[in-house]
């Protein structure tokens, strides 16, 4: 019988979760308004309008930042107590941070060679994306839950 998770888990992940739903949202808002008003510095390395005005900022037509707000909404759903004590959600929470991070690759692969720029507010999203990760991995390793049939 799995065991339940340690009492940092919840509160630490949907922390985390709501950090980047803030920084998605933030990153929509400013894509959809203006994207040179976004409080970064235009320097040749870092650049955050020629990061999010990029053929990279777009997948299929749909900005990464409201990609971004999707997936942290569902990750805040996901990381609530009442979803930490259903076992059933295990694998789509760790599922879905998998998914996160390989975008997250994605996109800094893309910034770094592909754009040539880097965003200061996308590398806040990456880093959040990555402790999230991290946290929920970690949590249902030492968990031990069962594997799906």
Same mark, same amino acid.
């Given at each position: 019988m799995p065991a339940e998770p340690r009492r940092w888990v919840a509160p630490s992940t949907v922390a985390l979760a709501a950090a980047g739903l803030a920084l998605s949202a933030y990153l929509t808002v400013e894509h959809f308004r203006d994207p040179d008003t976004l409080a970064c510095p235009a320097t040749a390395t870092v650049n955050c309008a020629r990061v999010t005005t990029s053929a990279q900022a777009t997948l299929l037509g749909v900005p990464v930042a409201v990609l971004g707000v999707v997936f942290f909404v569902a990750m805040v759903l996901a990381c609530l107590p009442f979803a930490w004590r259903d #076992? *059933? #959600?295990?694998? =789509?929470? &760790? &599922? #879905?941070?998998? /998914?996160?991070?390989?975008? /997250? %690759?994605?996109?800094v692969y893309a910034e770094?060679?592909? /754009? $040539?720029? %880097?965003? #200061?507010?996308?590398? @806040? =999203?990456?880093? =959040?994306t990555l402790a999230l990760f &991290?946290? =929920?991995?970690?949590?249902? @390793? &030492? *968990? $031990? /839950? +069962? *594997? +799906? *049939?």
């Open positions: #076992l *059933r #959600l295990t694998w =789509v929470r &760790a &599922a #879905l941070a998998g /998914v996160g991070v390989g975008f /997250v %690759i994605y996109l770094l060679f592909l /754009v $040539g720029s %880097i965003c #200061l507010w996308c590398t @806040a =999203v990456h880093a =959040v &991290a946290a =929920v991995a970690f949590a249902t @390793a &030492a *968990r $031990g /839950v +069962p *594997r +799906p *049939r």
